[in-house]
Nanobody, 126 residues
Framework: QVQLIESGGGLVQAGGSLRLSCVLSERTGRRYVMGWFRQAPGKEREIVAAASWSGDTTYVADSVKGRFTISRVDTKSTYLEMNSLEPEDTAVYYC????????????????????WGQGTQVTVSS
């Protein structure tokens, strides 16, 4: 029912910045928590950040807190601003969405998100 398209990945030097974008396509008018997970080679997929439907409530993982910012400028898009990138940030970043009834509710577990994008590669060199 939901299609997610990510963009903005690429190669950047340590200390640099990237902005990831994700656009959600659906026709029901449902509300969605949207967020980002990442997975490095040989490692488990982990949450990076998530934002409520309204954008008023956000969650950011401790590993990127202070460097990454998630935003919801509208109900169908999410953006991940990544600053001060480090080599350990190298991973495939996946946009995700999960339906909710509350405008301020945020999911943190992968199982709570029902829709996933194909992923965009972020590579940080040093």
């Amino acid at each position: 029912q939901v299609q997610l398209i990510e963009s903005g990945g690429g190669l950047v030097q340590a200390g640099g910045s990237l902005r990831l974008s994700c656009v959600l396509s659906e026709r029901t008018g449902r509300r969605y928590v949207m967020g980002w997970f990442r997975q490095a080679p040989g490692k488990e997929r982990e949450i990076v950040a998530a934002a409520s439907w309204s954008g008023d409530t956000t969650y950011v993982a401790d590993s990127v807190k202070g460097r990454f910012t998630i935003s919801r400028v509208d109900t169908k898009s999410t953006y991940l601003e990544m600053n001060s990138l480090e080599p350990e940030d190298t991973a495939v970043y996946y946009c995700t969405a999960g339906s909710v009834s509350s405008g301020s509710y945020v999911y943190r577990q992968a199982a709570d998100f029902g829709s996933w994008g194909q992923g965009t590669q972020v590579t940080v060199s040093s």
